[in-house]
């Protein structure tokens, strides 16, 4: 999926003239399936156009941005990122919301607002729908602790009951049966994302492994817990354009000895595998993997580059090449 076709699944919400039905789902700490949320249906079509407004300004809005693969993901900013890898169990609820007469009711007499940890908002016009999914800050259930006043005729009050506020602001969209993040920070940090990043690291490690041009493998596998590190693990392995050629180890360190970032890496006695014993050199050794080192045939200049779009010579087309041109 592209921004255009991102753009367009959601139109629907902007242009169709049909009612928008909308429901709301609460995610509880240590609850397998959501609750559904009683809401008054008077106050739901406040909460629909708040998140269409949301859903246009976070996105369809949002020109310059362009979608990659999840697992391809970098530093670079201005992209979202198509999940493309085993999904975590926490954002199976995306799916199993849709049309489920099924989940229960959240209910004041069992749980407690403070119990919620995320938010699933379902928007939908006839056949078309999209779920959004959005974790709930500790600031949005006011009455969690502290001293709450409220209003009471003239005077001020102890108020002892919970307040659920729920903001514009998402991390998650489905749509087209396809899940896009918004907000990769904070997906890093939970929704069961990391367990997948340190698998997917794993099995990159074991394919590195497999190469027989590191010296010390552990000094990878030491790494996996550093999910920025494991996120850039996980990309060699799916994406690594060296690993997809098979290009030969020794072309591999003969490049690096040329390249100014990584001339000064470290190799064993007979120069037949790397020595990784900073983080740095860790780094530059992905990035060899991951082809982000680049040498201009015109200028004959070096570069660092995280984004390259592929593409074969007989397949340029106006809009490609006005891309490379950008």
């Given at each position: 999926?592209?921004?255009?076709?991102?753009?367009?699944?959601?139109?629907?919400?902007?242009?169709?003239?049909?009612?928008?039905?909308?429901?709301?789902?609460?995610?509880?700490?240590?609850?397998?399936?959501?609750?559904?949320?009683?809401?008054k249906a008077d106050?739901?079509?406040?909460?629909?156009?708040?998140?269409?407004?949301?859903?246009?300004?976070?996105?369809?809005?949002?020109?310059?941005?362009?979608?990659?693969?999840?697992?391809?993901?970098?530093?670079?900013?201005?992209?979202?990122?198509?999940?493309?890898?085993?999904?975590?169990?926490?954002?199976?609820?995306?799916?199993?919301?849709?049309?489920?007469?099924?989940?229960?009711?959240?209910?004041?007499?069992?749980?407690?607002?403070?119990?919620?940890?995320?938010?699933?908002?379902?928007?939908?016009?006839?056949?078309?729908?999209?779920?959004?999914?959005?974790?709930?800050?500790?600031?949005?259930?006011?009455?969690?602790?502290?001293?709450?006043?409220?209003?009471?005729?003239?005077?001020?009050?102890?108020?002892?009951?919970?307040?659920?506020?729920?903001?514009?602001?998402?991390?998650?969209?489905?749509?087209?049966?396809?899940?896009?993040?918004?907000?990769?920070?904070?997906?890093?940090?939970?929704?069961?994302?990391?367990?997948?990043?340190?698998?997917?690291?794993?099995?990159?490690?074991?394919?590195?492994?497999?190469?027989?041009?590191?010296?010390?493998?552990?000094?990878?596998?030491?790494?996996?817990?550093?999910?920025?590190?494991?996120?850039?693990?996980?990309?060699?392995?799916?994406?690594?354009?060296?690993?997809?050629?098979?290009?030969?180890?020794?072309?591999i360190i003969s490049?690096?000895?040329?390249?100014?970032?990584?001339?000064?890496?470290?190799?064993?006695?007979?120069?037949?595998?790397?020595?990784?014993?900073?983080?740095?050199?860790?780094?530059?050794?992905?990035?060899?993997?991951?082809?982000?080192?680049?040498?201009?045939?015109?200028?004959?200049?070096?570069?660092?580059?995280?984004?390259?779009d592929g593409f074969?010579?007989?397949?340029?087309?106006?809009?490609?090449?006005?891309?490379?041109?950008?």
């Amino acid at each position: 999926m592209n921004k255009t076709e991102l753009n367009e699944s959601l139109q629907f919400l902007i242009t169709d003239d049909a009612p928008l039905e909308v429901v709301v789902y609460a995610k509880l700490k240590d609850v397998e399936q959501p609750k559904k949320l009683d809401i008054k249906a008077d106050d739901l079509p406040e909460i629909s156009t708040m998140f269409v407004d949301a859903i246009k300004f976070q996105i369809v809005e949002k020109s310059e941005h362009t979608i990659l693969p999840l697992s391809t993901a970098d530093e670079r900013g201005n992209c979202f990122y198509q999940y493309d890898l085993d999904l975590p169990e926490e954002l199976t609820n995306l799916e199993t919301v849709i049309a489920n007469d099924n989940l229960e009711t959240f209910d004041f007499r069992i749980n407690k607002l403070e119990e919620i940890d995320s938010l699933i908002i379902v928007l939908a016009v006839g056949d078309d729908e999209v779920s959004i999914y959005k974790k709930v800050s500790p600031i949005e259930v006011l009455g969690r602790g502290g001293y709450i006043l409220g209003k009471a005729n003239q005077r001020l009050e102890r108020f002892n009951e919970q307040l659920l506020r729920i903001s514009q602001r998402f991390q998650i969209i489905r749509v087209n049966e396809e899940i896009i993040i918004l907000d990769l920070n904070a997906v890093e940090k939970s929704f069961g994302f990391q367990d997948v990043i340190k698998r997917e690291a794993t099995l990159s490690i074991n394919t590195i492994e497999e190469m027989d041009i590191v010296a010390d493998i552990n000094s990878l596998r030491e790494m996996v817990n550093d999910i920025s590190f494991a996120r850039k693990l996980t990309k060699v392995a799916k994406n690594s354009p060296v690993l997809t050629l098979h290009i030969p180890n020794n072309d591999i360190i003969s490049f690096s000895k040329k390249h100014p970032a990584t001339k000064n890496m470290k190799y064993s006695e007979n120069d037949t595998k790397f020595e990784l014993s900073t983080k740095v050199s860790k780094n530059l050794f992905l990035k060899l993997l991951n082809d982000d080192l680049l040498t201009s045939e015109l200028t004959k200049l070096f570069y660092a580059s995280l984004a390259k779009d592929g593409f074969k010579i007989d397949e340029v087309t106006e809009e490609t090449a006005d891309n490379i041109n950008e």
